[in-house]
């Protein structure tokens, strides 16, 4: 997990960001729905969420505001992994420890809780494009007048909205329930990858690398998702109303949110978070390690 090369991590990382980012976009979108939709506007079930979503397109429905995330996210994650990779060489470097003993866990929980805040001063403003994009999908039920709410067709006309209504602040709109969330996040996810990896190696040693490190990517991606979950819920709504038109800020987002659904609100959207995290988050780590494997065996030569 160690790279080489300064380079390696960034780079491996771009890869496995873009690629987890186009299988696990349409997923996202469901979420996202699920988790700003209003009082008198909410879905009956999943399936009928999913077929709304599915009538608008495939543009402007399961992978409306792709664009965007796919561009970001590969810098996103390049930053994560490079951050992460790096910081875990510079700790190795200080403290030699050995590999997996608790002292080592306690180094990479450590390198990925610093990635998760660089990469959030990035992933912030990404992410409240992208939200504002998927939570305009419209919903219109039975009797109900046409959709009236500003209604983006892009990533780029919701920025450029979103700066002159709220100035560059509105693009880091619910930045410390994004902060709050991504930190520990962070730690769990690249923990628990390493642990399942290494002893999922041990255990199987017949099983090729590949499928190893899908597997424990997928478990680390749903755990790391599951813990977080009312946190991305408050976030999600809070960055879809990037006008400011629902919430003050946290406080007033978990107040109005429990009052409108209660515990279960905050839970919303957890299985759909789980069906998308291990797929996403399988291939992303899958192909960050691979590739950070052939990055470091090509110029080890």
Known sequence: ?????????????????C???IVGHPFDTVKVQLQTQTPGHQYKQLWDCVLNIHHQGLSQGFYRGLSWPLVSYGLISSVYFGVYGNTLSAMQRVQVVKSHSFKWYLQVATAGMMAGVVQVFIACPVEVIKVVLQSQIPHQLPGECPYKQKYYR???????????SRGPRGLFRGFGTQFCRDIPASAVYMVTYVFLGSQGAGLFQSIPSQIINFIAGGFAGVLSWLIILPLDVVKSRLQGDSERKLYKGFSDCVMKSY???????F???????????????????MVYSECLTLLNRYYAR
Do not use: C, Q
């Not at 892009?154 to 002159?164: F, L, N, Q, T, W």
């Not at 839970?267 to 780590?285: E, M, Q």
């Open 154 to 164: 892009g990533p780029m006309e919701a920025a450029i909205d979103i700066v002159k």
């Open 267 to 285: 839970f919303r959207g957890g299985l759909v978070i789980s069906v998308r995290a291990f797929p996403v988050n399988a291939v992303t780590l």
């Open 19 to 21: 690629t987890g980012i």
């Open 259 to 265: 009052r409108d659904g209660g515990l279960r609100l």
């Open 1 to 17: 997990m160690v790279a080489n090369s300064v380079l390696h991590d960034y780079l491996a990382g771009a890869i496995g960001g």
